[in-house]
């Protein structure tokens, strides 16, 4: 087999494929858009001499866009796609016929004992920062090691360095090649980023409510101190720490306390929605506490003193000033495509309502709940991919393992403290040509320290990459001291390329 006329790839792809031929087991690390898939396809290739070939994606439609790449990549490719949809007893066979399998994980730990894993050369896992834990990745490498080389892809392996060892042990590997953006191999295909963080301050509205809240959690952590124990501050983690030691404690009390801690951290997770989402997602969080049968949430349910509040934003609801720059965004360039990525499923839902009547066609993308099945799912990026709307709301679902078309806008709505979702969430935008990132930020709240989170340990993972590089005499391009205090600095508009930014 071989790729296909008119298909030539670039230096730093052919480089990080020979490495892989020639050092076995490759951790394989390169931002998104950049052309991992045809690093795979090349390795591919080459190993196909020596037996057939298992290519792992951990979402069926991934499985699917990775099955239509090879076929257009590679001519006379003997390929087929396995997931769940294939029944198990047609399976059986499958696995042994093709010389190209794209499957999903949990498919393959499901078959091992009925796939002869010694025709395999070589095992693909995509989106190999998922190789940690019980997640099926770990048990399929562990099957094939003996018999095929491993190669993982992912373009944000994590910033801490005990998971990217757990990955490397996982999967047997002792080679990492990456490239970034700063490498001199890497530069000419790299498309202009500008990014933006867009720094709003809280309604007088929202601060009021927040108060209210905040001395009611600490009047339910006053109640856990009557009862013996002691939360030395407010913050969520302390208080899951908490909760965890008042768990093992042989007090009697314990079971008191930790109703009223229960309670406590719920009003946290409320006072959270509502600084950095909306009134209309806090009023439908609140109300659904009560659909929960822990007793701390029966206790809230009774507590009167939260319907007050709850009652008090009914008033004084105003839009949040999020949601005011956000209409102002889309506004200033009506022509162009948006994805909003936002955490919460009330928020997506008031997203879409809201922009919807400032007469923005938008449609939400969430994961199969309430009705989104994936067959919707696939429908909505087609009309998306067709310019039937242009603005897409997404979930998590949205960051990775489905073909969402670039676009020239991505907008977090908040940040959040995961480097590796970061990473994902900027890469779908300007892959073909410039792009934009808006980071929407409320000042004194905890989206300040989750932006910072995120910088810290996407910095910290770039170090550890580079060092672990099998190129590792490339010379490493720190973030200046004013890049690190740009994190924290009124919002300017920059541009660059995203490596810039990092």
């Known amino acids: 087999m071989a790729l296909r006329n008119g298909i030539e790839p670039r230096k730093y792809q052919i480089e990080m494929a020979e490495s892989v031929i020639r050092n076995g087991n490759t951790l394989v690390v390169l931002p998104t858009g950049l052309g991992k898939t045809l690093i795979a396809i090349l390795v591919m290739e080459k190993k196909l001499q020596d037996g057939a070939v298992l290519f792992l994606a951990p979402t069926k439609p991934l499985v699917n866009q990775h099955f239509k790449t090879i076929n257009e990549l590679l001519e006379s490719a003997d390929a087929i796609a396995i997931t769940g949809e294939v029944s198990k007893h047609a399976r059986k066979e499958l696995w042994n016929k093709h010389k190209i399998i794209i499957a999903t994980p949990q498919t393959v730990k499901s078959d091992l004992n009925a796939i002869e894993k010694g025709r395999f050369s070589l095992v693909i896992l995509d989106e190999v920062h998922r190789a940690v834990g019980n997640y099926a990745y770990t048990e399929v490498a562990k099957a094939f090691r003996p018999y095929s080389t491993i190669m993982g892809l992912t373009a944000s392996p994590g910033g801490k360095r005990a998971k990217i060892d757990e990955i490397k042990e996982t999967l047997g590997i002792s080679n990492v090649e990456s490239r970034d953006y700063g490498d001199e191999d890497v530069e000419p295909y790299i498309k202009e980023m500008d990014i933006e963080w867009i720094r709003v301050d809280e309604k007088e509205e929202y601060v009021a409510a927040k108060r209210k809240l905040g001395e009611l959690i ?90 007050e509040i709850m009652e008090f934003v009914k008033v004084n609801k105003v839009m949040h000033p999020k949601m005011d720059k956000l209409v102002e965004i889309i506004s200033a360039d009506r022509n162009a495509k948006y994805i909003i990525f936002s955490q919460y499923t009330a928020q997506i839902e008031y997203l879409e309502k809201t922009l919807a009547m400032f007469g923005f066609r938008c449609k939400k993308f969430m994961g199969q709940r309430k009705g989104f099945t994936r067959k919707l799912q696939l429908e909505i990026i087609e009309q998306f991919r067709n310019n039937e709307f242009d603005v897409l709301i997404a979930s998590s679902i949205g960051e990775e393992g489905l073909d969402i078309p670039s676009v020239d806008y991505v907008i977090f709505y908040e940040p959040i403290p995961s480097e590796v979702r970061s990473i994902q969430r900027r890469g779908r935008a300007g ?72």
């Open 218 to 307: 600490g009047w339910y952590l006053n109640m856990v101190k009557y009862y013996g124990f002691n939360v030395f501050a407010r913050s969520r983690k302390t208080m899951l720490m908490a909760q965890q030691s008042i768990i093992h404690s042989g007090r009697r009390t314990k079971y008191h306390a930790l109703k009223y801690l229960s309670a406590a951290i719920n009003l946290d997770y409320a006072i959270e929605i509502l600084e950095t989402q909306s009134m209309d997602a806090f009023l439908t969080y609140v109300g659904n506490i009560g659909t929960r049968e822990t007793k701390g949430a029966q206790l809230l349910t009774k507590d009167g003193r939260l319907h």
């Open 431 to 502: 892959r073909a040509k410039k792009g934009f990132v808006r980071i929407l930020i409320t000042k004194n709240t905890r989206d300040e320290a989750y932006y910072s989170s995120a910088q810290h340990k996407e910095r910290k993972m770039r170090k550890i990459i580079t060092r672990m590089s099998a190129r590792n005499e490339r010379k490493f391009i720190p973030v200046s001291k004013e890049e690190s205090a740009a994190t924290l600095a009124p919002a300017k508009n920059r541009t660059g390329t995203l490596y810039d930014f990092m």
